[in-house]
């Protein structure tokens, strides 16, 4: 009953389905509804609680929507995408920490950028072209880099891809949402950078050894463009001539290589690899099965890939190499290309390793031994063996260029 003598009805529905029971909540002296704890609170839909963090392997069993509660740091997930293995669960607790998968690997698009022509003059040229990885379309002319360019780095975000180097220091980027150009974002912190390969993590790209010889890694950010800074060394005083480059969610990979003048036994057969969460050197971990430079690299969530390369022995050419990332160790040749090749584009989808265009790596060798091609590979990474002709192919014959993908 009100003070104007009215009667007021109160309805108790929601009260009678959080106690189960019909009846009021009993104010406290200062007449406001008492405090209490949230682990009090019991058979809310749709959370599931845990002491930790769901992870990209937790395949909710309430599919899109579920909501996590970290019991121990008190932090809220939501999943956003339900793929089997592969979840993202967006932080909606403080808003940082979602846990989604990398993005090293594409699902969609691969991208040849810049690289070499056929020789006797090897002319650089500035064209990038994007291709499926789901259908057997050839590639599409969609943009052009800053300059043309030739032996530049690879680099891959969530949405841009990089070209890194080239005989220059600039770092430029081009959108793998909309075809467009390519900006320059930045420059590296060697006044002239090539014949090195690059990788990355989910925040910055990393660009390691180059020619003139160095052992300089470096990185440069995704999230604002910017330039590149001297963060940590590799294990030779000296590295050079491509080498391949590879990451794991947590590790970058520097791999094989040269150094010039080249004699009998200098291609390498090291595996470096160091921490993205510490600048710190890096360390040897493990070699490939034969020395080579001017390999091409991709990725898998599990394993680091090298295509072909040279020797001065003329005795690699096709071998297909891959190594652990989840323990230090030697590569173990796993399969064949489909020709002896140098200096492939390297691109990683989420099941297949590919090899874009290419030259032969005869070496030493005059301009007729060299031969650039446009066709491009692909092998498993479920299971070892050779690769295939994906009967697509690049819109100009090339190599020693940078790649990408999403």
Same mark, same amino acid.
């Given at each position: 009953?009100?003070?104007?003598?009215?009667?007021?009805?109160?309805?108790?529905?929601?009260?009678?389905?959080?106690?189960?029971?019909?009846?009021?909540?009993?104010?406290?002296?200062? &007449?406001?509804?008492?405090?209490?704890?949230?682990?009090?609170?019991?058979?809310?839909p749709g959370i599931t609680k845990n002491a930790s963090d769901p992870a990209i392997a937790?395949?909710?069993?309430?599919?899109?929507?579920?909501?996590?509660?970290?019991?121990?740091?008190?932090?809220?997930?939501?999943?956003?995408?339900?793929?089997?293995?592969?979840?993202?669960?967006?932080?909606?607790?403080?808003?940082?920490?979602?846990?989604?998968?990398?993005?090293?690997?594409?699902?969609?698009?691969?991208?040849?950028? &810049?690289?070499?022509?056929?020789?006797?003059?090897?002319?650089?040229?500035?064209?990038?072209?994007?291709?499926?990885?789901?259908?057997?379309?050839?590639?599409?002319?969609?943009?052009?880099?800053?300059?043309?360019?030739?032996?530049?780095?690879?680099?891959?975000?969530?949405?841009?891809?990089?070209?890194?180097?080239?005989?220059?220091?600039?770092?430029?980027?081009?959108?793998?949402?909309?075809?467009?150009?390519?900006?320059?974002?930045?420059?590296?912190?060697?006044?002239?950078?090539? #014949?090195?390969?690059?990788?990355?993590?989910?925040?910055?790209?990393?660009?390691?050894?180059?020619?003139?010889?160095?052992?300089?890694?470096?990185?440069?950010?995704f999230a604002t463009d910017g330039n590149a800074v001297d963060v940590a060394n590799l294990?030779?005083?000296?590295?050079?001539?491509?080498?391949?480059?590879?990451?794991?969610?947590?590790?970058?990979?520097?791999?094989?290589?040269?150094?010039?003048?080249?004699?009998?036994?200098?291609?390498?057969?090291?595996?470096?690899?160091?921490?993205?969460?510490?600048?710190?050197?890096?360390?040897?971990?493990?070699?490939?099965?034969?020395?080579?430079?001017?390999?091409g690299s991709t990725s898998s969530s599990t394993y680091g890939y090298t295509m072909g390369?040279?020797?001065?022995?003329?005795?690699?050419?096709?071998?297909?190499?891959?190594?652990?990332?989840?323990?230090?160790?030697? #590569?173990?040749?796993?399969?064949?290309?489909?020709?002896?090749?140098?200096?492939?584009?390297?691109?990683?989808?989420?099941?297949?390793?590919?090899?874009?265009?290419?030259?032969?790596?005869?070496?030493?060798?005059?301009?007729?031994?060299?031969?650039?091609?446009?066709?491009?590979?692909?092998?498993?990474?479920?299971?070892?063996?050779?690769?295939?002709?994906?009967?697509?192919?690049?819109?100009?014959?090339?190599?020693?260029?940078?790649?990408?993908?999403?």
């Amino acid at each position: 009953q009100m003070s104007d003598g009215t009667l007021q009805t109160l309805d108790v529905t929601m009260l009678d389905d959080v106690n189960n029971a019909s009846g009021l909540i009993q104010l406290d002296s200062n &007449a406001k509804i008492p405090a209490c704890s949230g682990a009090a609170l019991t058979n809310l839909p749709g959370i599931t609680k845990n002491a930790s963090d769901p992870a990209i392997a937790t395949n909710p069993s309430g599919g899109l929507g579920t909501v996590w509660q970290n019991t121990t740091s008190g932090e809220m997930f939501i999943c956003t995408d339900a793929t089997a293995g592969s979840n993202v669960w967006t932080n909606v607790g403080e808003g940082t920490g979602n846990v989604a998968p990398y993005h090293g690997w594409g699902s969609s698009l691969g991208y040849c950028a &810049a690289g070499t022509l056929a020789g006797p003059t090897w002319p650089n040229v500035n064209t990038i072209d994007k291709f499926s990885l789901v259908s057997t379309s050839n590639a599409t002319d969609v943009g052009d880099l800053t300059g043309t360019r030739g032996n530049n780095g690879k680099g891959s975000s969530s949405t841009h891809g990089y070209s890194v180097g080239g005989e220059v220091n600039v770092i430029e980027k081009w959108s793998m949402i909309t075809d467009a150009n390519a900006t320059d974002v930045g420059d590296l912190v060697s006044p002239s950078v090539g #014949a090195a390969e690059g990788c990355w993590s989910e925040t910055y790209g990393y660009m390691a050894g180059g020619n003139p010889t160095t052992n300089v890694i470096q990185k440069y950010p995704f999230a604002t463009d910017g330039n590149a800074v001297d963060v940590a060394n590799l294990t030779r005083t000296g590295w050079t001539d491509r080498c391949g480059g590879n990451q794991s969610t947590d590790y970058g990979y520097c791999v094989g290589g040269s150094i010039q003048p080249r004699s009998a036994g200098q291609p390498w057969e090291d595996i470096n690899k160091w921490a993205f969460a510490t600048d710190a050197d890096a360390t040897d971990i493990g070699n490939l099965t034969i020395g080579c430079w001017s390999v091409g690299s991709t990725s898998s969530s599990t394993y680091g890939y090298t295509m072909g390369g040279a020797t001065t022995a003329l005795g690699r050419g096709n071998i297909i190499d891959k190594f652990s990332f989840a323990s230090d160790g030697n #590569a173990t040749d796993v399969g064949d290309m489909l020709q002896a090749t140098q200096r492939t584009f390297g691109i990683s989808s989420t099941t297949h390793g590919y090899g874009a265009g290419g030259t032969n790596p005869t070496w030493p060798g005059t301009p007729s031994y060299h031969p650039v091609w446009t066709s491009i590979e692909k092998f498993s990474f479920a299971s070892d063996g050779n690769s295939v002709d994906t009967t697509q192919d690049l819109t100009q014959a090339r190599a020693a260029g940078a790649s990408s993908q999403i």
